[in-house]
């Protein structure tokens, strides 16, 4: 019987470190498999000779494990990068290449820079020295480290997305396919951060032919909130109502500024409104100030009003998004 190893080895490092060369990352990812959320990939270059007890196969360990392990990476590592490639990426270019590009960007994130790469698979990438290896998240130490940094990272994307689309589970599985999940899109359609190319989704794409005004405006802020994440923002709120009938679609922060969100939704560009008058911006203004009220950690941040147009000219819409459209 196979000894079960509790701390992937060093030996794939060390035979490197020998020839000279100091700065290996390893690379993995997570992510490829499920059928919503983003493929997340990570690079980490750690000290020479540094095993961390208990680094292995973030599939092998249990989610406080990881988590716990996340924290001694980051603290022990020379360097670390992540890359995210988010559904609709993933559709337009597939899994596999939507893989080879968030390893990209993991390693382009590193500083300092890797001098050899350690790969786990058997797809390479171009232009890198770099060494592949199947099952390698059980048998490189770096690899190792790389697939806790990316899960936990992806785990905590999910449990995010959870919040914002609490009827799927998010939390639970992830966005993987597990009975429940894939019931819970039969019966009320695919989120936006789904994946549409991805049969078991494709199948129950909400249309928007078949909507009507109220329906079409709840799925504009779906997508809505889904670009606003993806554009690195926190939301906070959604539908926040004032003192009296003026309503904000969504509030979310954006390093020092919070953002005032409204969304505009339509089977066409043409439908949409493209100015807000000055009585709707008094409104928004009014709703922003009772908003600062309820929540004075806030106040001393810089206010902007934001545009969401959400076009749906197909099943999947196009996201114009308008940063600073006014200032209150």
């Not at 899960?151 to 429940?180: A, C, N, Q, W």
Request: glycine share 8%; aromatic share 8%; proline share 4%.
């Amino acid at each position: 019987m196979a000894k079960i190893l509790k701390t992937a080895p060093l030996d794939f490092e060390k035979e490197i470190w020998q020839s000279g060369i100091a700065k290996i990352a390893g690379v993995d990812e997570v992510g490829r498999g499920p059928l919503a959320g983003p493929v997340v990939a990570a690079a980490v270059i750690l000290p020479e000779d540094e095993q961390i007890d208990g680094v292995i196969d973030s599939k092998l360990l249990s989610e406080k494990r990881r988590e716990e392990l996340f924290e001694i990476i980051q603290q022990k590592a020379l360097a670390i990068g992540i890359g995210q490639i988010n559904p609709q990426e993933i559709d337009r270019i597939n899994v596999l290449e939507a893989t080879k590009k968030a390893m990209k960007i993991a390693i382009g994130k590193c500083q300092p820079q890797p001098e050899f790469l350690l790969i786990d698979g058997n797809q390479g990438l171009p232009i890198y020295q770099q060494k592949t290896i199947i099952n390698g998240d059980q048998k490189s130490h770096s690899i190792a480290a790389a697939s806790i940094i990316a899960k936990v990272t992806r785990d905590r994307i999910m449990r995010k997305y959870h919040e914002i689309f609490p009827e799927y589970g998010f939390d639970s599985h992830k966005g993987y396919g597990t009975k429940l999940h894939c019931k819970k899109i039969a019966e009320i359609g695919a989120s936006p951060i789904h994946r549409a190319s991805f049969k078991r989704v494709a199948e129950h794409l909400r249309n928007p032919k078949n909507a009507n005004f109220q329906i079409l405006g709840k799925w504009g802020e779906d997508w809505a909130v889904s670009a606003i994440i993806e554009n690195g923002l926190e939301i906070i709120r959604r539908n926040f109502h004032g003192s009296r009938t003026g309503e904000i679609d969504i509030i979310a922060k954006d390093g020092d500024v919070i953002a005032l969100i409204e969304v505009k939704t339509g089977k066409s560009e043409t439908e949409l409104v493209r100015r807000i008058d000055e009585e709707k911006q008094e409104k928004i203004a009014e709703t922003g100030e009772y908003f600062f009220f309820q929540h004075p950690e806030y106040r001393n941040l810089e206010c902007r009003f934001d545009i969401v147009k959400v076009v749906y000219n197909k099943i999947i819409p196009e996201i114009i998004y308008e940063k600073d459209a006014f200032r209150l």
